[in-house]
């Protein structure tokens, strides 16, 4: 099993950071229209849009769902929000969290954990960046495009094999 979790108060910090880097850059271009920082949104908002971005991308990973379960046999959830996380090698605890839970089969490519962890987090801030600048009224930029690319790179690296996947059959 592997598990990516995320700490929401660090993803909307994160958030909040290349929020104000764009009203900055924005004002010293002269800019009439201020583009308005996520500073001013509350956290409410921002979890709720973190969560909206969480069930999103599960619904790409939740194929690798089945048959996930704890060292005591309990069975867990592929995807949580809002959760303390226990690391099940260092047992350390870690607060208000989302967390994705894979069972990847034994061929899958595990040289890529770091690449798919860099796509989620990426993923989840854009969505949030994306889905703020429309409830603002103000263009979202490139933040839509580069949500999209970033679930199609979770795609593309959740099903990488270290080998390619052979036929049972011949075909002549």
């Known amino acids: 099993m592997i598990a990516f979790y995320y700490e929401i108060s660090k993803l909307i910090s994160n958030i909040r950071v290349i929020s104000d880097y764009r009203a900055k850059s924005e004002i010293d271009r002269g ?5 308005p920082s996520v500073n001013l949104v509350d ?3 921002a979890e709720k849009l973190l969560e909206d971005a ?11 769902f089945d048959g996930l379960v704890d060292e005591e046999g309990n069975e867990l959830e592929g995807y949580e929000f809002d959760v303390t996380y226990l690391d099940e090698e260092t047992y350390q605890a870690t607060e208000n969290c989302m967390v994705f839970r894979l069972n990847m089969p034994s061929s899958f490519n595990t040289k890529l954990i770091g690449s798919i962890d860099r796509s989620i987090k990426s993923a989840l801030e854009n969505f949030v960046l994306y889905k703020f600048f429309m409830m603002v009224h103000f263009e979202p930029g490139t933040y839509e495009k580069n ?7 979770i795609r ?14 011949k075909l002549y």
């Open 31 to 35: 800019e009439q229209n201020i583009i």
């Open 54 to 64: 969480g069930a999103e991308i599960a619904l790409i990973m939740s194929g690798y």
């Open 156 to 169: 593309y690296y959740i099903h990488q094999r270290t080998s390619p996947i052979k036929r049972a059959y």
């Open 147 to 153: 949500y999209n690319e970033d679930l199609e790179k």
């Open 43 to 45: 956290d409410p908002i």
